[in-house]
């Protein structure tokens, strides 16, 4: 018998727009956060990635306490949408005070600006934002194959985004007059158009009835203790959060790799094409993801054999760099992209699958809450990402602004863009091979 379907082409295509919104934040902080407080705001590495691995803590507890509070809302809005809305408002106010440290500041005050502006920013505003915007994906449709479409939309969505941002912000900065005033701006026009795509986003679906997204017990009312404890025994959603974290964690030390075009290659412009060698590979497999799957009968062998295949294609990236090749860095940067897409593309299908493991053997319903692994491994591996790629510049005697850097630096920012990412995806690779969640819920049934 043919699976219902829930939703129209619009609906998915206004769903996914909402990454827009959300990576108009992730990547412009992750890849241009750093560079703005060392070379513009005059702050220290070491200290910044100290201040970063702080936020994560409060982090941790946010998003299992957001996802618990979608689980417990009852709205006209549903349980997700009216989070998603009211949370970016918060997003866009302090993504501009992120970019927005005032000179005349003293510089403890500017790191003190810098802490609360950006632990208000992830563990707050975004975690309240992405959790609901993720958990939809159980709540507006119970269509399997919708859910791999709708993930792979949105990703098309958050790489375009991504790669455009990547692409013109240096030179936009320029533009608006460059210094801390060009960051600022840019900042300010960037948390516009995601407040106004992240709106769209939200009132272009509807949620589902209780009785309709059912199948099973209603959501119930959990103790923060009782939730952590049910997470912890669904083996396949601490693999997620795992691997969530690594995907992170990869993409924000290679969002270092404007550090690695300006003192390695000697071009920051390069980033861009860069940027352009990695995204358009990952949207290309974002488009064919929903049908591989369809074909493979699952996510698990797509996902494993996408993953050993990017972590070669990184080992020749490698090669490529130390040869001197930029042409074989942009061909295997690609390479390894379009082999990483499927899982991107699957991810929330796969975590709403990990979601109804735990209905299986737990006979408990938690949507929302199972997807605060979405923002919890946003955070924390692209917290911690950043955090370390800190720790060590400072460590490797890195000078802002110096026309050449130390042989130390030198050293540290091929592990940091080189090796750091291809070891990220081994681990990753490992983890796929014991995700079999999918083979184990029709056991179950």
């Known amino acids: 018998m043919q699976e219902k379907t829930y939703l129209k082409w619009y609906n998915k295509v206004g769903y996914g727009s909402g990454d827009i919104a959300g990576n108009v934040v992730y990547a412009f902080l992750s890849s241009f956060v750093m560079i703005y407080l060392t070379d513009t705001a005059g702050l220290n590495a070491g200290v910044v990635g100290t201040l970063m691995l702080l936020s994560k803590l409060f982090d941790g507890v946010s998003d299992i306490f957001f996802g618990s509070m979608i689980d417990k809302t009852s709205s006209r809005m549903g349980k997700a949408r009216p989070w998603m809305f009211w949370g970016y408002f918060g997003c866009a106010a302090t993504l501009i005070g992120v970019f927005a440290i005032p000179a005349s500041l003293g510089e403890g005050a ?132 795992g691997i969530y974290i690594l995907t992170q964690l990869y993409t924000a030390t290679l969002n270092m790799g404007i550090y690695f075009m300006t003192y390695i290659l000697g071009n920051a412009s390069l980033l861009a094409s860069f940027s352009l060698a990695i995204n358009i ?38 090669v490529g760099a130390y040869l001197g090749s930029i042409p074989m860095m942009l061909v295997f940067s690609g390479a390894a992209a379009i082999c990483m897409s499927p899982l991107q593309g699957d991810l929330s299908a796969l975590i709403a699958t990990c979601s109804e493991y735990t209905l299986l053997t737990q006979n408990r319903r938690m949507d929302g809450t199972m997807y605060s692994c979405t923002s919890l491994g946003v955070k924390i591996g692209g917290g911690i990402g950043v955090a370390l790629a800190g720790w060590l510049l400072e460590a490797s005697g890195y000078i802002a602004n110096a026309p050449v850097q130390a042989d130390s630096c030198i050293s540290m920012l091929y592990f940091m863009y080189l090796w750091i990412p291809m070891g990220i995806n081994i681990l990753i690779t490992v983890l796929l091979s014991r995700l079999k969640v999918e083979q184990a819920n029709e056991a179950l049934r």
């Open 110 to 241: 500017k790191y003190a600006w810098f802490f609360i502006t950006y632990t208000l920013l992830n563990a707050v505003f975004y975690t309240a934002n992405n959790i609901a915007y993720s958990a939809l994906t159980a709540l507006i449709t119970r269509n399997g194959g919708e859910r791999v479409q709708m993930g792979s939309i949105r990703f098309i969505f958050a790489f375009g985004t991504s790669l455009l941002i990547q692409t013109i912000t240096v030179d936009f900065v320029k533009s608006l007059g460059g210094g801390a005033s060009g960051w600022r701006t840019a900042a300010i026009i960037y948390a516009a158009i995601g407040l106004i795509v992240n709106s769209i986003s939200v009132f272009s679906v509807h949620e589902l009835p209780p009785e309709e997204t059912a199948g099973g017990p209603q959501e119930e009312k959990y103790r923060l203790s009782d939730t952590i404890r049910i997470l912890a025994a669904n083996k396949y959603y601490v693999m997620i959060c």
């Open 281 to 318: 590979p990952m949207i290309c497999g974002l488009v064919l993801t929903p049908v591989l799957v369809k074909k493979l009968g699952g996510m698990y062998r797509l996902n494993l054999t996408g993953y050993a295949l990017s972590a070669a294609a990184r080992a020749m990236v490698i």
